[in-house]
């Protein structure tokens, strides 16, 4: 059966030394794993018609579900070329991929996911390149994905305050339960948690990019949602190394 599908590649591997394996997330049939044979060949007709962060139109190829299938045919239908000259913007673009490419279950159609990367992909365009759009992302997937982080009060007893951070409890625990429980907590001074509550609840990143961090901040942020994302997620935490370096 051949299809037709809106496709992003989520990541490439080798597969011979001029055949490639490209796994995309598509719109109406979830993600698919396809082998573009030839497709390292100079003069492979599939040169230039999929690159990372860029929607194609993809013609593949099925035998069976959940197997490798062949694509036949790509077109470049939307490239994003802000990723080939900004670095940043490319570093936040290539975590949210991850993200997507380590959470998303084979051939699970899932137009709204597709749509929800697309829009992250957008948006990575004009905020990437400054630090907190990667956390405003990491909280917006959480919640698209059911699991957003419970900052308001204590996840165990509803106390609202003093708090500290359990990824294992969901969210933020208050001190008492964190002792009585004997659960792994980071530490969660205000400043941080009142950033963590805005950015989840901004519906944009232009509120979040705004923000003005300090290093400090920067960095507790990053161990927080890192924590976070590892616990729920199963992502590593090495993906992000290359934007923030945990120091
Ligand atoms: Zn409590």
Known sequence: MIIRATAIPLAYYPYSSTSRIVHWLTRHHGKVSTLLKGALRPKSPFLGEYELFSTSELLYFSKRPHALHTAKECALLHPRNTFRTDWRAMQAASHISALFNQTTPAEAPHPGLFEFFEELLELAETYGRFPPFLHWAELQFCAHHGHAPSLESCTLCNATEP??????????????????????????????????????????????????????????????????????????????????PLK
Not at 166 to 192: M, N, Q, R, W, Y
């Open 163 to 244: 708090f500290v951070f359990s990824a294992a409890a969901g969210g933020v625990i208050c001190t008492s339960c964190a002792k009585k429980e004997k659960l792994p907590f980071l530490e969660c001074p205000p400043d941080v948690l009142a950033i963590l509550r805005a950015w989840q609840k901004a519906d944009h990143p232009q509120i979040a990019v705004k923000t003005r961090l300090s290093e400090k901040q920067q960095r507790r942020l990053t161990v927080i949602t890192g924590a976070f994302l590892q616990h729920h997620f199963n992502m590593p935490p090495e993906s992000r190394l290359a934007i923030q």
